[in-house]
């Protein structure tokens, strides 16, 4: 059974930072491309960040390029993200999601974690 967990969500002030990290079990991952997504209330899951399994090649959303890192350890099964400077914009669940497809669009994914709350403070 394919299982991805994330955890490393909580509150935060505007101007912190958090690691959030996706582990993953139950299918080989490291040719799998992994993302994370995040949803704010009343608002569709969106794109944040993705990493190719082949190569690590990486792409992120407009509004996190420079402030947000991810990276993935492929002995670990684990994919991370790094947040930095976060904004009260920033609220939202984070998802953690894998596929062979992968890339900037939820339907690249078939795999989804259950999420973890991030909520920055003004």
């Known amino acids: 059974q394919v299982q991805l967990v994330e955890s490393g969500g909580g509150l935060v002030q505007a101007g912190g930072s958090l690691r959030l990290s996706c582990a993953a079990s139950?299918?080989?991952?490291?040719?799998?491309?992994m993302g994370w997504f995040r949803q704010a209330p009343g608002k569709e899951r969106e794109f944040v960040a993705a990493?190719?399994?082949?190569?690590?090649?990486?792409n992120y959303a407009e509004p996190v390029k420079g402030r947000f890192t991810i990276s993935r350890d492929n002995a670990k099964n684990t994919v991370y993200l790094q947040m930095n400077s976060l904004k009260p914009e920033d609220t939202a669940v984070y998802y953690c999601?894998?596929?062979?497809?992968?890339?900037?669009?939820?339907?690249?994914?078939?795999?989804w974690g259950q999420g973890t709350q991030v909520t920055v403070s003004s």
């Open positions: 990493i190719r399994g082949r190569g690590g090649r990486t």
């Open positions: 999601a894998a596929d062979l497809v992968g890339g900037g669009s939820t339907d690249g994914y078939d795999y």
């Open positions: 139950g299918r080989t991952f490291s040719r799998d491309a």
